[in-house]
């Protein structure tokens, strides 16, 4: 099958096509300009299709640069369809393994696990790949990975699940008492860090942090009902470096993706820190580095 050219297509460029069901276009390159006395500059990317993939043109390099991995995602699962039945069928005996465990937010483990482990075992890579021969290299080096990725996914899932529940075993004979707060801003957290969609697109790098953080809740939890004046003042203090946190996430185009990211899971390092000292953060986490990143972030 070759790709049709989309007559949808948003500036009619030879580029853009859609029903790709293997890379059958030529190399996609970072970005293009088109016009010749107004020059625009626009970013091409592979664009998820669900059953297919196709090629578009973005005015925004940070949407391309999404896109692109999406596409490249689906590219690879509609290449070897077995190979994609296969782990499925061992996500969805994890799932049902663990049915009574899974909160709403998690309704779409499998694919959003899918997605995951795609992305750890095609797309690690440094170079974008946007060529056929990158595309077919990086498959015939890492499909023999996926189903390890899987593996190592549901470990880490498991550990997630069976941490959350400890946590809301501890919750439910705290409530209702004067540690109320307490309660509120745990049950945020992990309404935050267990969000719907979380499994897919939270980074490998800090999803593997996950049990730690689940870990440092417990710790915080040890002491109550006595949780003391200085865990209240803790939690203020969180919650108003949460509050600045969301308005920069409400300031995309003003702020870098990959900075706010950072300012997220340093905040979620500082609860690690401030509650459960004797486990170790992943980097060195203060009020004065939080502050200079906020401030850096800001600028």
């Known amino acids: 099958n070759s790709p049709v050219v989309n007559s949808g297509a948003l500036y009619g460029h030879e580029l853009e096509c859609t029903g790709m069901h293997d890379w059958e276009c030529g190399d996609v390159p970072e970005s293009i300009r088109l016009g010749d006395k107004l020059v625009l500059v626009r970013y091409p990317a592979l664009i998820d299709e669900q059953t297919s993939v196709g090629v578009r043109l973005f005015a925004e390099a940070d949407q391309a640069i999404e896109s692109h991995r999406e596409g490249l995602i689906r590219l690879y699962m509609i290449k070897n369809p077995q190979l994609k039945k296969t782990v499925k069928k061992q996500l969805e005996g994890f799932q049902q393994k663990n049915v009574l465990k899974l909160s709403s937010e998690m309704s779409k483990l499998v694919p959003d696990s899918l997605t995951a482990c795609y992305s750890k075992a095609f797309l690690q890579s440094k170079e974008t790949i946007r060529s056929h021969a990158a595309f077919t290299a990086q498959y015939n080096s890492s499909r023999s990975e996926l189903v390890e ?38 049950e945020a957290q992990l309404g935050e860090l267990l969000r719907r969609g979380f499994i897919a697109e939270t980074s490998w790098e800090w999803l593997e942090q996950y049990p730690r953080y689940i870990q440092a809740i417990l710790k915080r939890l040890e002491s109550a009902p006595h949780l003391g004046p200085r865990d209240q003042e803790l939690t203020v203090k969180i919650g108003s470096y949460w509050q600045r946190y969301k308005s920069l996430c409400s300031q995309k185009h003003l702020v870098k993706k990959s900075d706010v990211d950072l300012l997220r899971w340093m905040i979620e390092e500082y609860r690690v820190s401030s509650f459960a000292q004797s486990l170790r953060t992943k980097m060195t986490v203060s009020e004065k580095r939080l502050e200079k990143l906020f401030k850096s972030v800001s600028t």
């Open 149 to 186: 990725w899987v593996s190592r996914l549901e470990s880490l899932l498991q550990h997630i699940l069976d941490g959350r529940l400890s946590v809301q075993k501890r919750l439910n004979r705290l409530w209702p008492n004067k540690n109320h707060y307490a309660v509120a801003d745990i």
